[in-house]
């Protein structure tokens, strides 16, 4: 398994700032991008390069994260400002506008098996994870609070990302502590923390099978957990700093993370091993994104490239 780069976006078509998240759509292999200049842009590839196909704009400070639906046509955007912004990918326009209070909501996702458009928030200083029906309210329709022994460390549980397993049984979110909190979606019940990290845990993700969960954390280590066993597979190293994102290759086989020491890393999962290093960036690395196919990945960060790699097994 080997990546090369294809191309990074043209100096006039990225952001004026900081790129912190990256998704792709699963229709139409659209990459979105968001910023700290408070906007998103959505590139589609042409000519193996990468090029803007559209601006968004709307939230009034930073872009924190971005996810789309299973459909692939639609789109949110968590932001600073402490909105949550629903986005039509096919008439470009907002669908929706979720307003929180300050600091209660960082990392995004799609419910892959609900009817509607529901979306789960990682709740930041609420220490839980909101729960949202865009096609009904735009107040929580439930919250899942992580547990906390002792409330004088309540603000230690800042919950920063959160993440559905492929098949929509189970929800997963980190924390600034090091805490990884598996609940169980269709009771809505915590089930079991997965231990092993002691500081922030910015990133998640389930494996295709939705039997195991990646994540990146500031620990510089990247681990592999047993989601129903509650057990540590592996730990990864590698990275000289914060490991800040994660993405599973939809194979299986594989995976790819980013981080504050500037580089992408892929990883083969059946040898437990580093595969290549990568260095087309001059500065941390907040975000790496598989497409569906699996044929590309993107990668973005604070030097404002969007890179663009080919993906080869």
Known sequence: MRLSLLGKAD??????????????????????????????????EVDHKVKRHHNFTGHTLGVICIATDVSGEYAATSSLDSSIRVWSLDTLDTKDVIETNPSETWAVCFNPASEGLQIAAAGGSNNN????????????????????????????????????????????????????????????????????????????????????????????????????????????????SWVLSVACHPSGNSFATGSSDSKVKLWDMS???????????????????FNVSGNRLASVSDDKNVCLYDYQQ
Not at 13 to 39: F, I, M, N, Y
Request: charged share 20%; net charge negative; aromatic share 8%.
């Open 129 to 240: 994870i909101a729960l949202y029906n865009c096609d009904q309210t735009r107040v929580p329709i439930s919250s899942l609070s992580l547990p906390v022994a002792d409330e004088k460390f309540k603000k230690d549980r800042f919950v920063l990302s959160v993440a559905f397993s492929p098949n929509g049984q189970r929800l997963a979110c980190g924390s600034q502590d090091g805490t990884v909190a598996i609940f169980d979606v269709s009771t809505g019940k915590f089930m079991h923390a997965l231990e092993g990290h002691f500081k922030p845990v910015r990133s998640l993700t389930f494996t295709p099978d939705s039997k195991m969960l990646l994540t990146a954390c500031d620990d510089m280590h990247c681990h592999l957990y047993d989601v129903e066993h509650a057990s540590l597979v592996e730990a990864f190293s590698g990275h000289e």
């Open 271 to 289: 040898s437990r091993s580093c595969a290549q290093t990568l260095s087309e960036h001059s500065d941390q690395v907040w975000d790496v994104a």
């Open 11 to 44: 100096d006039d078509e990225t952001h004026q700032d900081s790129v912190w998240t990256c998704a792709w759509t699963t229709k139409g292999d659209l990459l979105l991008t968001g910023s700290v200049d408070e906007t998103v842009n959505a590139y589609k």
